[in-house]
T-cell receptor, first 113, second 115 residues
C-alpha cells in the first residue's frame, strides 16, 4: 500500500523568503502526485499535480514542485512567499488509475511579516 | 458556478445520537467521494459513490456508518450512535469522472464534535 510522509508539520518563514515543503511517498507502482492547499475553515484546493512528462510542475499562486523518482519525493517550492500563503499544505498520491487519494498529515506554513 | 457544498459546516452531537452530513457535488459531477480528517492527521478515504450506487466503501467503518447518493438530492453520510472518536472533519469531493487525472474538487467540510 502507498503512503505519504510530510517531514515538517510546521514551517514558519518571513514574507518574501523562499520556502520548500517536503513530501516523500512510498509505492511499488506508478504514482500520480498532488499538492493541495487548505485555508482556514475552507476545503482543499488543488495547487498542482504530476501525472507524467516533465518532472517540474508549475501550479497556481507561483508554486512549483519537482517529481524525483529515485528519491521518491515531490517537494513543493515557492521562491518568494506572501502573507496570504499562510495555510495548511497537503501532499497526496494516487496509484495507477485509482481515484483514491492518500494524503500526508499536512504542513502548516506560517508566513510572518 | 457553485463549488461543492456541504452542510452543516459545524455539527455537535451527544454520544449515541445520529449525525447526517450532506454534500452537493459541483454541477455536472456524478462522482462523489467522502474523506475523514482526524485531528492532526491527513485526510483518509472513506467511500466513493456514483448516482444511486456505492462503488467503493473500503475506507468506511463496517458499523454505524453508511452513505448514499440518491438519484435526486445530495449525497448523505450517516453516522449512527456517534462516539467521541467520530469527532473529525468530514470532507466531500466530486469529479466529472473517476479517472486518476480528473481533479477532485473538495467542499469546505463538516466539523463534527461529539460531546
Amino acid at each position: 500500500a502507498q503512503s505519504v510522509t510530510q517531514l515538517d508539520s510546521q514551517v514558519p518563514v518571513f514574507e518574501e523568503a523562499p520556502v520548500e515543503l517536503r513530501c516523500n511517498y512510498s509505492s511499488s507502482v506508478s504514482v500520480y502526485l498532488f499538492w493541495y492547499v487548505q485555508y482556514p475553515n475552507q476545503g482543499l484546493q488543488l495547487l498542482l499535480k504530476y501525472l507524467s512528462g516533465s518532472t517540474l510542475v508549475k501550479g497556481i499562486n507561483g508554486f512549483e514542485a519537482e517529481f524525483n523518482k529515485s528519491q521518491t519525493s515531490f517537494h513543493l517550492r515557492k521562491p518568494s512567499v506572501h502573507i496570504s500563503d499562510t495555510a495548511e499544505y497537503f501532499c497526496a498520491v494516487s496509484v495507477g488509475s485509482n481515484y483514491k487519494l492518500t494524503f500526508g498529515k499536512g504542513t502548516l506554513l506560517t508566513v510572518n511579516p | 458556478n457553485a463549488g461543492v457544498m456541504q452542510n452543516p459546516r459545524h455539527l455537535v452531537r451527544r454520544r449515541g445520537q445520529e449525525a447526517r452530513l450532506r454534500c452537493s457535488p459541483m454541477k455536472g459531477h456524478s462522482h462523489v467521494y467522502w474523506y475523514r480528517q482526524l485531528p492532526e492527521e491527513g485526510l483518509k478515504f472513506m467511500v466513493y459513490l456514483q448516482k444511486e450506487n456505492i462503488i467503493d466503501e473500503s475506507g468506511m467503518p463496517k458499523e454505524r456508518f453508511s452513505a448514499e447518493f440518491p438519484k435526486e438530492g445530495p449525497s448523505i453520510l450517516r453516522i449512527q450512535q456517534v462516539v467521541r472518536g467520530d469527532s473529525a472533519a468530514y470532507f466531500c469531493a466530486s469529479s466529472q469522472t473517476a479517472l486518476h487525472y480528473n481533479e477532485q474538487f473538495f467542499g469546505p467540510g463538516t466539523r463534527l464534535t461529539v460531546l
